[in-house]
T-cell receptor
Framework: GAGVSQSPSNKVTEKGKDVELRCDPISGHTALYWYRQSLGQGLEFLIY????????KSGLPSDRFSAERTGGSVSTLTIQRTQQEDSAVYLCASSLGLTGDTQYFGPGTRLTVL | AQSVTQLGSHVSVSEGALVLLRCNYS??????LFWYVQYPNQGLQLLLKYTTGATLVKGINGFEAEFKKSETSFHLTKPSAHMSDAAEYFCAVSESGFRGARQLTFGSGTQLTVLP
C-alpha cells in the first residue's frame, strides 16, 4: 500500500519568509509525528498528533513553528519568518498509535533557507 | 529523559565481514528499542525492533540485535556485509510521554561503509 508522502521534496526560501510543509500519513494511522534532521542536531522530535486530540508540542524549537492536522489525516508544518538555522530535512512519520508500534517515515522535505 | 549513544560515527568493513554497530541507551523504565536505516536522500526504514519477549530480535536484510538489560545495550549485527548495506544506521528508543505517546529519541547515527 501507499506509504507516508511528503511535499514538497525540496524547498528553497529566503530568510524571513513563511513556509508550509505537508505530510500525508498512511491510511488508518492515527498517530503522526514530525521530526527534524540537521547536521548539527541530528534527528529531533518536533510534534506529535494522536487522532483528534490536542498535539504534544513539546519538541517545537520556537513559537515560529506550528503544525495542524485536519480531519485526523493530513498534517501541515508551518515555519514563520524562517531563519538560516531552520535549514534541515523535515521528516514525517505515522503509526497505528499503539504502544511500541512502528513509526513509518516519509522521504522528507529538504528545506534550505538562504 | 532517555538517551541513546551510538559508538562510532563511521564504521568500515570489508564485503563479507561481520558488521557490528554499537548502541547503548539510558532509561529508568524498560525501553522499546529500534534500529532504522537511511539510504541517501531517503527517509528512515525500520530494520528491527525490541518491545517485549525474546531479547534476540531478527530483522530485514539479515540483521539482528540483542537487547541486554544488564549492559543497557542493543547492538546491531550482520554476519556478512554486502555492498548494498552501505547506509546510515540509527538506533532509537521510545519513551512514554504525552498521553502514552511514543516519540523516538535517536542516536547520532553510524555511517557504514562496505569496502570491496
Amino acid at each position: 500500500g501507499a506509504g507516508v508522502s511528503q511535499s514538497p521534496s525540496n524547498k528553497v526560501t529566503e530568510k524571513g519568509k513563511d513556509v508550509e510543509l505537508r505530510c500525508d500519513p498512511i491510511s488508518g494511522h492515527t498517530a503522526l509525528y514530525w521530526y527534524r534532521q540537521s547536521l548539527g542536531q541530528g534527528l529531533e522530535f518536533l510534534i506529535y498528533f494522536q487522532g483528534n486530540s490536542a498535539p504534544d508540542k513539546s519538541g517545537l524549537p520556537s513559537d515560529r513553528f506550528s503544525a495542524e492536522r485536519t480531519g485526523g489525516s493530513v498534517s501541515t508544518l508551518t515555519i514563520q519568518r524562517t531563519q538560516q538555522e531552520d535549514s534541515a530535512v523535515y521528516l514525517c512519520a505515522s503509526s497505528l498509535g499503539l504502544t511500541g508500534d512502528t513509526q513509518y517515515f516519509g522521504p522528507g522535505t529538504r528545506l534550505t533557507v538562504l | 529523559a532517555q538517551s541513546v549513544t551510538q559508538l562510532g560515527s563511521h564504521v568500515s568493513v570489508s564485503e563479507g565481514a561481520l558488521v557490528l554497530l554499537r548502541c547503548n541507551y539510558s532509561s529508568s523504565v524498560p525501553p522499546y528499542l529500534f534500529w532504522y536505516v537511511q539510504y541517501p536522500n531517503q527517509g528512515l526504514q525500520l530494520l528491527l525492533k525490541y518491545t517485549t519477549g525474546a531479547t534476540l530480535v531478527k530483522g530485514i536484510n539479515g540483521f539482528e540485535a540483542e537487547f541486554k538489560k544488564s549492559e543497557t545495550s542493543f547492538h546491531l549485527t550482520k554476519p556478512s556485509a554486502h555492498m548494498s548495506d552501505a547506509a546510515e544506521y540509527f538506533c532509537a528508543v521510545s519513551e512514554s510521554g504525552f498521553r502514552g505517546a511514543r516519540q523516538l529519541t535517536f542516536g547520532s547515527g553510524t555511517q557504514l561503509t562496505v569496502l570491496p
